[in-house]
């Protein structure tokens, strides 16, 4: 089960970290222009600090544990990335934007249940 837990938590880690680096890398206008809507609701400088926000997240789902320097750091991480889902399932039910509704609903279903068996059974 360890090692499935690193597999998910890997293919998340690398998840957010795309996803952080693109709200890092590319202009707000390119990503609205992509399909993220609700980047028109907020100014350039949330996006910069939401794709940080996801980008760290990652980096604390593996490193940390990796390395086995302050542990207590994965599973913290994940419970961060599963409340900036929570935040992003929320701003997309006011945008009405229903379709765009389940993949943070996954991701932060996925994160909960990284920091939940990190904290419980499968701790450091």
């Given at each position: 089960?360890?090692?499935?837990?690193?597999?998910?938590?890997?293919?998340?880690?690398?998840?957010?970290?795309?996803?952080?680096?693109?709200?890092?890398?590319?202009?707000?206008?390119?990503?609205?222009?992509?399909?993220?809507?609700?980047?028109?609701?907020?100014?350039?400088?949330?996006v910069?600090?939401i794709?940080?926000v996801?980008?760290?997240?990652?980096?604390?789902?593996?490193?940390p544990?990796?390395?086995?320097?302050?542990?207590?750091?994965?599973?913290?991480?994940?419970?961060?990335?599963?409340?900036?889902?929570?935040?992003?399932?929320?701003?997309?039910?006011?945008?009405?934007?229903?379709?765009?509704?389940?993949?943070?609903?996954?991701?932060?279903?996925?994160?909960?249940?990284?920091?939940?068996?990190?904290?419980?059974?499968?701790?450091?």
């Open positions: 089960m360890n090692i499935a837990l690193w597999i998910v938590a890997s293919v998340l880690a690398a998840a957010f970290l795309a996803s952080g680096a693109a709200k890092i890398f590319q202009p707000r206008e390119k990503l609205i222009a992509g399909g993220y809507g609700w980047a028109e609701d907020v100014s350039p400088l949330q910069k600090l794709g940080v996801e980008a760290v997240g990652a980096v604390g789902l593996i490193v544990a990796a390395l086995g320097i302050l542990e207590v750091l994965t599973p913290a991480a994940g419970v961060g990335l599963a409340l900036v889902m929570v935040v992003a399932v929320l701003v997309h039910i006011r945008r009405h934007e229903t379709k765009h509704v389940v993949s943070p609903l996954v991701l932060g279903a996925i994160a909960a249940a990284v920091a939940v068996l990190r904290f419980g059974p499968f701790s450091f």
